[in-house]
């Protein structure tokens, strides 16, 4: 083993990876704290200057011990004016988040010392404002984070929920590049045995069944990038938010379930059937998950141009929900318990898309049979017994959007599909969470077909798809190519981060 030591890091992973720290001369300043009036603004400065910047807005005496605290005077180095008494910090390179000198101002927040202060500091010879996410990058190439490290920070500084946030965090923290780590250590052996095979084969200096352990190694990858493949895109819906439609016939009280829902009067309700005919969209935070709800014009048939339109649009938003919330006026259950899954089979068929088969359309809906409030006490509670009882159809709530009865009924429904859609973001591997990563692991994987494929034919053939292999896991984690992807990451990044 050995031999296949020194293999690997004199001639694989020199091959493979290629990723130089860009060298930065220029030293960055912005506002890291948000815009506006606020208590305590933060200004960030990064690069060789850093030391510069600090002597320049505080004085030569008394430099801040390495990452304290120190409260200063700050001025402006040419007027000599006192701008703000603020707190200083230094942080020597390379224990910074840069990995460069880096130093920080928190001052007041208002509106003209913060201008005070980026105007002091641009005043400064080598100094310059930052570009968006240029820390970030420059704490990227100087090795600090990964790709996904750096993507996790990204979505942790957009999170908008609990879920969304502890997904984020956990990224931020390498999980989901350990994962790809790992699965780029095995392909490297895989890739060090295939080619010292190809070297010496002939020569029997290489031990038996070496090709039998990549055979093994190279389908047990496969299995568990399938897998991660086909996590049912939990981490991603999580990221972006989970698709939650509202539809039915119109007048069932869909309009009025997105207000109690958001808890405004976002969309127009009335008594007069069509009234709904464009998307009304809303973001919600639904037990700590992101949920972009959509309210959609009632399903009929009708001859009026504009209202068809709306109808098209609410099929069209069904079929790309994650989740449908099927509303019935339930003053139109039949009083006859046995009648009601008929009933209300009829109207799933009616809302859900064909084409999609119907166990799986109902995995993704939930019946909410509205206005309660008009039936008869002990009708409600029969229904419900019965509904509750009835494993063919999907979850099925009574409530009333007059008086809220049966919300938590109904909310209890619809947290849970949301947690099954989302999946629990701190329980087991970590999930997919981008497009960008699916695409480069369908990569690998077709490459480890490759290898499969050249395998008992051309030895080298098969070792460049290994090699392939190993580029599309590179890329996911920054060491392969990074430099074309970056500027796409950073461009959600906001300047200061
Ligand atoms: N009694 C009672 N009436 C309700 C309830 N929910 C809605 N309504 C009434 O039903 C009527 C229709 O409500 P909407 O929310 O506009 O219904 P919709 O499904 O959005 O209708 P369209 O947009 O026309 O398809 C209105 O008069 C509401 O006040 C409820 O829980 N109880
Ligand atoms: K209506
Ligand atoms: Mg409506």
Redesign the pocket.
């Given at each position: 083993m050995f031999f296949f030591y020194i293999y690997n890091r004199s001639r694989a992973s020199h091959r493979l990876w290629s990723s130089a720290p860009l060298c930065a001369t220029d030293t960055i300043f912005a506002l890291s704290s948000g815009q506006g009036k606020c208590g305590v603004a933060v200004v960030r400065v990064s690069g060789p200057a850093s030391a510069l910047a600090l002597r320049g807005l505080t004085g030569p005496d008394r430099p801040p011990a390495p990452r304290t605290a120190a409260l200063r005077s700050i001025f402006h180095p040419q007027s000599k004016e006192i701008l703000d008494r603020g707190l200083v910090f230094w942080f020597p390179g390379p224990h910074s988040f840069t990995g460069e000198d880096s130093a920080e101002f928190h001052v007041h927040g208002g509106p003209a010392v913060v201008s005070g202060v980026l105007d002091a500091l641009g005043s400064l010879p080598g100094l310059r404002p930052a570009e968006a996410g240029e820390f970030t990058r420059r704490a990227f190439h100087a090795g600090k984070l990964g790709l996904t490290e750096v993507e996790g920070l990204g979505d942790l500084i957009h999170a908008e929920t609990e879920a969304q946030r502890r997904q984020a965090l956990r990224q931020m923290a390498g999980d989901l590049a350990q994962l790809y780590r790992d699965w780029s250590q095995r392909l490297t052996q895989c890739l060090a045995h295939v080619e010292a095979f190809i070297d010496f084969g002939e020569d029997d200096l290489i031990e038996d069944g070496v090709l039998d352990q990549v055979d093994n190694s190279v389908a047990q990858l496969q299995t568990e990038i399938t897998c991660h493949l086909h996590d049912g895109r939990k981490g991603e819906r999580l990221r972006s938010g989970v698709q939650v439609v509202i539809a039915?016939e119109?007048?069932?009280?869909?309009?009025?379930l997105l207000n109690l829902l958001c808890r405004r009067p976002a969309?127009i309700?009335?008594?007069?059937?069509?009234?709904?005919r464009d998307v009304v969209e809303t973001c919600l935070d639904i037990g700590g998950f992101p949920v972009l709800l959509s309210?959609t014009?009632?399903l009929r048939e009708t001859a009026d141009a504009v209202e068809q339109e709306g109808v098209r649009r609410a099929r069209e938003k069904v079929e790309q929900a994650d989740l449908t919330l099927v509303?019935v006026d339930a003053t139109q259950l039949p009083t006859d318990p046995l009648q009601v899954p008929v009933f209300l089979g009829a109207h799933l068929l009616a809302v859900l898309p064909h084409g999609v088969g119907l166990e799986e359309s109902l995995r993704h809906c939930i019946l909410v049979l509205?206005?309660s409030?008009?039936l008869p006490v002990e009708q409600v509670e029969k229904t419900q017994t019965f509904l509750n009882k009835n494993p063919g159809l999907p979850p099925a709530s009574l409530l009333?959007?007059?008086t809220s009865h049966g919300l938590e009924n109904f909310m209890t429904s619809l947290q849970s599909r949301l947690s099954s859609l989302c999946g629990d973001p701190l329980a087991g591997t970590p999930s997919l969470t981008q497009a960008r990563h699916r695409a480069h692991l369908h990569e690998c994987f077709q490459a480890l077909g490759q290898y499969q494929q050249y395998r008992d034919v051309d030895l080298a053939l098969a070792a460049e798809g290994v090699r392939l292999a190993l580029t599309g896991l590179g890329r996911i984690t920054g060491k392969v190519g990074a430099e074309e992807i970056l500027d796409i990451i950073f461009r959600d990044f906001c300047i200061g981060k």
């Open positions: 039915g119109t007048n069932a009280g869909k309009s009025s969309a309700v009335s008594p007069i059937a069509g009234t709904t309210d014009a009632g509303v509205n206005k409030d008009l009333s959007c007059h």
